[in-house]
């Protein structure tokens, strides 16, 4: 019988503790993924996603460098330095696909704007550059 009551005691404790708490943990992961969105946004902020640059069966980091390296040329911006770059996806197996997008992390956001300025100069050669978004954008 004692137990029985003790048991009782602790789950309504329990149900007390839990109505009290529940306000404090939505916040609490609320500010969590707040944070870690912006985290994201400037992991993603000195970044540019180009499109329609064409990938070569044996693509080396060296050899996308000098791809994307033409394509500032063409659009007059030079001497930026490029911190990494990778293509998107999956490799597909058909050659007739469109060739994965470049991602390309630059070094500052001055060179990232210098680019953006004049992608114009891109158009009608079906290659784009975008910003580098996260899904929710």
Do not use: W
């Not at 029985?4 to 149900?15: L, N, Q, T, W």
């Not at 470049?102 to 079906?126: E, F, S």
Request: charged share 40%; hydrophobic share 35%.
């Amino acid at each position: 019988m004692a137990q029985a009551s003790e048991e009782r005691i602790i789950e309504k404790m329990s149900e007390f503790f839990d109505t009290k708490l529940e306000p404090f943990i939505k916040q609490c992961r609320g500010a969590s993924e707040r944070a870690l969105k912006a985290i994201d946004k400037i992991k993603r902020e000195k970044n540019l996603v180009l499109f329609g640059i064409k990938e070569e069966d044996k693509e080396d980091t060296d050899k996308q460098v000098e791809l994307v390296r033409e394509v500032f040329n063409k659009l007059g911006v030079k001497d930026i330095i490029i911190d990494d770059i990778h293509r998107l996806g999956k490799k597909a197996s058909d050659k007739k696909k469109a060739p994965r997008p470049l991602l390309v992390k630059l070094l500052t956001m001055i060179d990232k704007n210098r680019i953006l300025r004049q992608k114009a100069k891109l158009k009608g050669q079906k290659i784009y550059i975008n910003q580098d978004l996260s899904p929710e954008e």
